[in-house]
């Protein structure tokens, strides 16, 4: 009966060091205190499908997707790097982008998203307005990649260049 009642001892230090592991995680990753309902990552879970909406012929894969009980659903992109000092407009097209993917996938629309820089996070919310955005940058791109024409390169850094999609059929590489 004594041998019983270590193993029950060391069965609950170790349920408590795991809690404390995850709770450290969890502050490390700044995410607000929500339920993670899809995360890009096998740390949470097993690395769900990509979102698809139809519609739109749009398909992605967020950092994470929180489920907030005031706000409902919420999408989270992660960036690394240089945090600026507001968002940068790619950044928020990519976040509506993934609300709509939510909209299409879980029947929820989110009214924000958040973006998680190194040094700082942004609310970045939902308008009509970056909506619309996002829907006319959708269009110029289907309209450039059914043009066949390769877009003029707009930067000067070889690491975007390595990590760029067009870089197998790009004349304007610049490594």
């Known amino acids: 009966m004594r041998e019983f009642w270590w193993l029950v001892l060391w069965l609950f230090l170790l349920a408590i060091v795991l809690l404390l592991l995850s709770l450290r995680e969890r502050k490390k990753s700044r995410l ?46 992660v960036k690394t790097g240089h945090t600026p000092d507001a968002p940068y407009d790619s950044h928020k097209l990519q976040l509506m982008a993934y609300g709509r993917l939510i909209q299409s ?49 707009s930067h000067a850094s070889s690491a975007r260049c390595r990590s760029c999609g067009y870089r197998g059929i790009c004349d304007q590489k610049i490594v």
Do not use: C
Request: proline share 8%.
């Open 32 to 77: 607000p205190q929500a339920q993670v309902v899809y995360a890009d990552s096998d740390f949470w879970q097993r690395v769900p499908e990509t979102l698809l909406d139809s519609q739109l012929g749009l398909v992605g894969k967020p950092d994470y997707v929180i489920k907030t009980r005031k706000d409902g659903l919420i999408p989270v992109e």
């Open 105 to 153: 996938n879980y029947a929820q629309t989110p009214k924000y998203g958040l973006l998680h820089y190194p040094k700082k996070d942004f609310r970045v919310d939902f308008t009509p307005e970056l909506e619309t955005q996002l829907l006319g940058t959708l269009e110029d791109m289907r309209r450039i990649e059914s043009a066949k024409v390769i877009p003029a390169r």
